[in-house]
């Protein structure tokens, strides 16, 4: 019997489930956990789901509305659980009920209501029971859709400890008696910075993707810009919730520019800014003028990611590289130093004051985070040496340049930013 053919229907039904799974997996997830109060039991089902759909698309062809059908299997796996378990026998009726009763989100709205399953999963995974990097590594697993060897990169740590400490977040949140419901006031609140963080770990991951064959990720950007907007709408009175919409709307207006048509990066300086995008930049600068304002109204700070919005800001003012106010960015890394010191704002600072006070200042930044011990935070991260390599071939500083490069392309987990670097490494030796 000859191959199938490379573009056979089962071919495009396999691309189908891995296409739709990658665009719904979050809401499926969310939903099921809505529905079912229990998180890895909602997970566990949606890869039943999956893996049904794997069995089946393949030889009976893609449903009509493949998301509805995922979430079907699912309810009906769910139903099939809870009946089989004699302990919530007493239950089966009302979940059964529920489940029977609930539809599939339209994955194809744009949903920015409070009652949003995905933003009261990000609520729940950043429960206060739980420790800020295991509410982090959660929502990036549940949320984000990231493996756990994605996680681990984005937190420089050892995979098994990552995954143990997803494994501990599930069961804490099983066992603490954690409301699945949308927190209100003061808890709500007390929660904000920490769903901050997670919507900014997750746009991140997109917007650079720490493993794999593509340097960014637009799926996780786009969650990422439309979870912010969502908050910001849910609590329009935080003057940071603005300034992290205004950070994912500045810095996903650059996405188009960011590759070649073959996926190869641009860096920020060679990218051809006509092909920003705009409307993203215009809606980024308008909330970040809402946080400005909150905020000299109130009399409330602004944090670390309102800060970050300003650098932002900066370049999307400037109509060409040329035209970047470095001096004014450098000073919003110092701020931003200050705030919330650390090595990988240090590197970043470096990179500021090399573009603003020539290559010696930055790499001297560099060189006062080697002698604090820093750097060994970041002993497995490309960052360091790449930033090093960038700056010593501002000074013509050559060799050493080709060398940092060439470390930094064996310490990077992302396919094309390791080309990227090989070939900067190459242009330096």
Not at 100 to 128: G, K, N, Q
Not at 299 to 304: F, L, Q
Not at 310 to 315: L, P, Q
Request: net charge negative.
């Amino acid at each position: 019997m000859p191959d199938a053919a490379p573009d056979s229907a089962p071919d495009r039904a396999t691309r189908a489930v891995t296409a739709v799974w990658r665009r719904e997996s979050t809401r499926l997830v969310a939903a099921l956990v809505r529905m079912t109060r229990d998180v890895s039991l909602a997970e566990d089902l949606a890869q039943d789901a999956l893996v049904a759909a794997l069995e089946q698309w393949p030889a009976e062809g893609v449903p009509a509305n493949p998301g509805g059908w995922l979430m079907s299997v699912a309810k009906r796996r769910a139903i099939d659980q809870f009946r089989r378990n004699a302990n919530l026998r007493d239950k089966t009726a009302q979940l059964g009920h529920e489940l029977e009763e609930a539809t599939m989100p339209d994955f194809e709205a744009e949903v920015d209501h409070i009652e949003d399953d995905v933003l009261r999963l990000i609520f729940l995974t950043c429960h206060p029971v739980l420790s800020p990097d295991s509410r982090a590594a959660l929502t990036l697993r549940l949320v984000g859709g990231l493996s756990t060897a994605e996680i681990a990169r984005a937190f420089l740590a050892q995979e098994s400890a990552v995954g143990q400490r997803i494994s501990r977040a599930k069961r804490t949140l099983a066992t603490s008696g954690a409301s699945f419901d949308l927190p209100t006031g003061e808890e709500r609140t007390q929660r904000l910075d920490d769903v901050m963080s997670v919507i900014y770990l997750i746009f991140n991951e997109g917007y650079t993707a720490t493993s794999g064959d593509d340097w960014i990720r637009p799926d996780l950007c786009h969650e990422g810009i439309r979870l912010a907007r969502m908050l910001a709408a849910l609590e329009p009175a935080s003057p940071d919730t603005h300034g992290l919409q205004a950070l994912l709307e500045l810095q996903g207006s650059r996405t188009h520019a960011r590759t070649t048509g073959d996926g190869t990066p641009v860096l920020l300086e060679d990218q051809d800014r006509a092909r920003w995008d705009h409307l993203l930049i215009r809606r980024g600068l308008a909330a970040l003028d809402r946080s400005m304002a909150l905020s000299q109204r109130t009399g409330r700070p602004i944090g670390v990611l309102t800060v970050q919005a300003h650098i932002a800001a900066c370049h999307a003012r400037a109509a060409s590289p040329a035209e970047t106010d470095w001096r004014q960015i450098a000073g919003w890394y110092d701020a931003l130093a200050a705030a919330a010191p650390g090595p990988v704002v240090e590197v970043n600072r470096a990179v500021a004051h090399g573009r603003a006070f020539g290559p010696d200042a930055g790499l001297a930044v560099l060189d006062a985070l080697t002698v604090s011990g820093g750097s060994t935070v970041l002993a497995g991260s490309h960052l360091l040496p790449s930033v090093r390599g960038d700056l010593l071939e501002r000074a013509g500083r050559r060799a050493e340049a080709a060398a940092a490069f060439t470390e930094a392309a064996a310490l990077t987990g992302n396919g094309r930013e390791r080309e990227l670097l090989t070939r900067r490494a190459e242009q330096n030796s």
